[in-house]
């Protein structure tokens, strides 16, 4: 089983569309959680975290649920510049390696 | 890119020839890394680093050899480049989150 996955996608959602990925993790010790995000040929930048109690930021809802080992990231009114590939990713503690899930893609249409 | 440096963003290589991907962070942070990404593989870690002087192995480390002399500065070394290792590679600082540069794009015929 791998350490994180996510469903490849794509996810081709109409503009104002609401849209959620899960991301599933096989470490039940894994402690930081994180959402990337990577446009076609750039390089991954960081969305946001995902603390315990879940978190908002604008338009993103992040949520951990730790019984289950999944994070989930939700995105409302979709806009044209919210199509990217979507990384889940996590570690265990700041002393060890992250572990980054394959990517979800987006590709919010007109 | 949050203060990570790589150098060069493209390169072609002859199958073995040597080179050096260079990384550079001005933000003081003790873990650096290094990054292969492939279609459909995601990121796979090389090697890493969690401070001058100390490196490790990640997860696809063959064929790659890393340093640490200073903090700033952790290089990536392709002894003798082969056509597997043509990839996108990305370094990046820190790992709570991790920053990356830019990437480089490089080919190996």
């Known amino acids: 089983r791998k350490e994180v996955e996510q469903d490849p996608g794509p996810f081709n959602v109409p503009e104002g569309a609401t849209v959620a990925f899960n991301c599933t993790y096989s470490n039940s010790a894994s402690q930081s959680f994180f959402w990337y995000r990577q446009d076609c040929r750039k390089e991954p930048k960081l969305l946001m975290s995902v603390y315990s109690s879940g978190n908002e930021d604008g338009r993103f809802t992040a949520q951990l649920n730790r019984a289950s080992q999944y994070i989930s990231l939700l995105i409302r009114d979709s806009k044209l510049s919210d199509s990217a590939t979507y990384l889940c990713?996590?570690?265990?503690?700041?002393?060890?390696?992250?572990?980054f899930g394959t990517g979800t893609r987006l590709l919010v249409s007109p | 890119n949050a203060g990570v440096t790589q150098t060069p963003k493209f390169q072609v290589l002859k199958t073995g020839q040597s080179m050096t991907l260079q990384c550079a962070q001005d933000?003081?942070?003790?873990?650096m890394s290094w990054y292969r990404q492939d279609p459909g593989m995601g990121l796979r870690l090389i090697h890493y680093s969690v401070g001058a002087g100390i490196t490790d192995q990640g997860e696809v480390p063959n064929g790659y050899n890393v340093s640490r002399s200073t903090t700033e500065d952790f290089p990536l070394r392709l002894l003798s480049a082969a056509p597997s290792q043509t990839s996108v590679y990305f370094c990046?600082?820190?790992?709570?989150?991790?920053?990356f540069g830019d990437g480089t794009r490089l080919s190996i015929l």
């Open positions: 990046a600082d820190s790992n709570q989150p991790q920053h």
């Open positions: 990713v996590v570690n265990m503690n700041r002393f060890q390696k992250l572990v």
């Open positions: 933000m003081n942070h003790e873990y």
